[in-house]
């Protein structure tokens, strides 16, 4: 069984500032981790994606994540907000291994950027 | 470009029709997906094929139908027993094997509004 949470439904932030946007996982497996971006009204686009290789990993538009085990947690970062990334997130977790076909979203992370 | 096209990008039905969306890729991808996204709820699976000629419910198929009879196309049809079709349609691809990852590639979604 697997599970994401996304602790935060709504984050606001200054253009400039960090941010951070919450995920913590449950899986019985070892498992792989994705970040997904959604601007309003178009699909899905990978951020970034953990899957047993180096833990911290780095995506693209300066993003990164950090998979920690100890805490089950993969927290998105940005070191300086951009208007232009006001959107959705959702962090998705799924079976190690391409094995599995399933992915299991979060409810989604409504970044704000203010000017 | 490869990619994923859905077709059309909004959609009006009235009450108790079917309405069938349309989904192609031309990455060769072996897999294809069928999601509904309502807001705050993220995406919900609703079926899935990984090879031609075969589909799997996913979890919420009732009141929708697929088929699969090209590796390119994966047309989702949503029937007049569906209770609340109104909502963003997304479909995605994605390689099979273990260097896939399960990462999935994303459509740019169908709105369908049930009148």
């Known amino acids: 069984a697997q599970s994401v949470t996304q602790l935060d439904s709504h984050v606001s932030v200054s253009e400039g500032t960090p941010v951070l946007l919450r995920c913590n996982y449950s899986s019985s497996y070892s498992p792989s981790l994705f970040w997904y971006v959604q601007h309003p009204n178009k699909g899905l686009q990978l951020l970034l994606k953990?899957?047993?290789?180096?833990?911290l990993v780095k995506g693209i538009n300066g993003f990164e994540a950090e998979f920690k085990k100890s805490e089950t947690s993969f927290h998105l970062t940005k070191p300086s907000a951009h208007m232009s990334d006001a959107a959705e997130y959702f962090c998705v977790v799924t079976r190690g291994g391409g094995s599995n076909y399933k992915l299991t979203f979060g409810k989604g992370t409504l970044l704000t950027v203010n000017p | 470009d490869g990619g994923i096209t859905q077709s059309p990008k909004y959609l009006f039905r009235k009450e108790g029709q079917n309405v069938t969306l349309s989904c192609e890729q031309n990455?060769?991808?072996?897999?294809m997906y069928w999601y509904r996204q309502d807001p705050g709820q993220g995406l919900r699976l609703i079926y899935y094929?990984?090879?031609?000629?075969?589909?799997q419910k996913g979890d919420i198929a009732e009141g929708y139908s697929v088929s699969r009879e090209k590796k390119e196309s994966f047309p989702l049809t949503v029937t007049s027993a569906q209770k609340n079709p109104t909502a963003f349609y997304l479909c995605?691809?994605?390689?099979?094997?273990?260097?896939?990852?399960?990462?999935?590639?994303f459509g740019p979604g169908t709105r369908l509004t049930v009148l």
């Open positions: 094929s990984q090879i031609v000629n075969d589909f």
């Open positions: 953990y899957t047993s290789a180096a833990t």
């Open positions: 995605a691809s994605s390689l099979q094997g273990v260097r896939a990852y399960n990462e999935q590639f």
């Open positions: 990455l060769n991808h072996d897999a």
